[in-house]
C-alpha cells in the first residue's frame, strides 16, 4: 500500500507542478532563473507521466472541474507560454471586420483591446478552421470570445470523449492530457491541442456502428483537418485503417457508419473550403499572399532544430539553402523508410499471389498491411516536423497519439515528458534576455538519456528490487 501510494505521489507531481506553474504564469517574466528551473524539473519529471492511475480515470469529472477553473483563472495570464492565441484573437476580429490579413501586416492596423500580434510584420499562416473558429470568437467579445469559445469546445469534446470510452481508453487519454506539456498546449490554446481532442473524440465515434455515430466522427476528423495538415496526415491513416476488411468486425453493420463518416467528413470540408473562400480568403491577393508567408516562415524561421543551428556554425550555410538541403536528407531517409516498410510483407505477399485460392489470404495480407498504417502514420508526422525547420513543442501534440496508437509506450513516454524542456528559452525571452538555445540542448538530452535509463527493462528490474528492499526493511522496524 505504501509503494502504491509514493507511486502515486511521484506520478502526480509533474502535472500539478505544470497546473502551478501556469496558475502563476504572469509572474514567471520577473523570475526567469525560478521558470527555467521549473521546466528543467518538469522534463524530468514528465518520464513518468505517460499514463494516468486508475483514481484519476474513475475520478475524471474532478480532473476536468479542476483543469476548467485553472484556465479560467488563466484568461488573463499575459500570453506566457505562446502568443499564439493572442494572433488569432486578433485576426479573427480583422476579418471580422472584413479586413485581408495575409496582405495587410498587423503593423499597419489598429491594437485589439491594447493587445499587438507576434510577428506582426508578416500577414497571416493559419489554416480556415483556426479562422472560423476566431471569426466567431470575436463575435461574442473582441477581448475574451476566443478563449471562452476555444475552452468551451476543448472541454465538451473532453468529456464527450471520456464519457464514450472504456476504462483503459480514458486511462490511456487522462495520461495523454495530463502530461506537463499537454497541460501547457491547453492553456495557450494552440490549436494543435484542439486537434488533438477532436483526433480522440472521432476516434471513439468511428468505432460504433451506428450511422449518427459516424456523422458525428466525420465532422470531427474534418474539424481535425481543417486546422493543419497534420490532420489530413490522420484522417486519411484513420478512413483507411476502418475501411480495410480486417478492421471491421461486422462489416454488414458497420459499413453504413463508415459510408455516412466518410461522406460527413467529404461534405464537412466542402463547406469549410466555401466558408473560407467567402469570408477568409475573399480578396484578390489573400490566397497568394498566404502562400508567399508561408513559404518565408518555411524557409527563414529556425527553432529548436539542432541541425540547422549546427550546418550553419560549422559548414557556413545560409539560410533558405540550409533548411532546403536539410528537407532533402529526411525526405530521402522518409522515401527510404516507406520503401522498405512493405517488404516485411514480402512473405504474406508470396503466400497471396501463389495461392490459387486466395480469398483469405487477401484476407491475411490487408489485415497485415492494416497493421502497418500507424507505423507510417507515426514514420509521416514525425518527418512532418523533421522538414521544419521550427521545431515548436506544440507539433508534438499531433505525434503522441500515434504512438499511443502504435503501442510505442518508450518513445511515448521520453518525447511526450521531455517537451516541457523546449519552454526553457522561453525564460529568458520573456525576461528581455533574448533566446538562447543552449541550456535547451543540454537538458533536452540529459532528458533522453535519462528516460532511455528508466524506461529500459533492465532499469526497471534494478528499480523494483531496490523499492522492495526498501519496504522490507520497514516493515520490520
Known sequence: MRRRSVILIFWFLAPVAALLLILFARQLPGLPGLAAGSFAALAFLGIGSDRAPGLLARRWPWFLAVLGALH??????????????????????????????????PILLP????LRANHDHFGSVYFPGTHLLAMLGAWLSPRYGYFALYDLLAFGLLAASLRRASWRERR?????????????????????????????????????????????????????????????????????????PAANRSPGRSILNLSVATLSYVLALALVACAAWRWIFAW?????????????????????????????????????????????????????????????????LQRVVLDENSGLRWREFLGALQRLVPAGLVMSLAGGILLRGAWNPWYFAWLLPALQLCRA???????GGSLSAFYLPLADYRAGLGWDMRSFYVVIVAAVLLGNLLTSSTARAWFQRIWRRRIASDSRR
Open 72 to 105: 479560467l483563472l488563466s484568461f488573463d495570464q499575459g500570453f506566457y507560454f505562446s502568443d499564439d492565441a493572442k494572433r488569432h484573437l486578433i485576426e479573427g476580429y480583422y476579418l471580422l471586420q472584413r479586413i485581408d490579413v495575409f496582405t495587410i501586416p
Open 111 to 114: 491594437s485589439v483591446d491594447g
Open 172 to 244: 490511456d487519454l487522462l495520461g495523454l492530457v495530463a502530461m506537463p506539456a499537454m497541460l501547457i498546449f491547453g492553456a495557450a490554446r494552440h490549436g494543435d491541442y484542439l486537434g488533438f481532442l477532436l483526433l480522440g473524440f472521432a476516434i471513439l465515434m468511428l468505432r460504433g456502428s451506428r450511422w449518427g455515430a459516424g456523422l458525428v466522427g466525420g465532422l470531427a476528423l474534418a474539424g481535425a483537418a481543417s486546422l493543419k495538415p497534420e490532420g489530413w496526415l490522420w484522417s486519411g491513416a484513420l478512413l483507411a485503417m476502418l475501411w480495410f
Open 284 to 348: 484578390p491577393e489573400s490566397w497568394t499572399s498566404f502562400l508567399y508567408t508561408l513559404q518565408i516562415f518555411a524557409n527563414y524561421f529556425v527553432a529548436y532544430n539542432p541541425v540547422v543551428a549546427w550546418r550553419e556554425a560549422f559548414w557556413m550555410a545560409q539560410r533558405p539553402e540550409s533548411l532546403i538541403e536539410w528537407r532533402h536528407q529526411v525526405c530521402a531517409a522518409l522515401l527510404f523508410g516507406g520503401l522498405s516498410l512493405p517488404l516485411l510483407l514480402s512473405a504474406q
Open 409 to 415: 509506450r518508450r518513445a511515448l513516454r521520453i518525447i
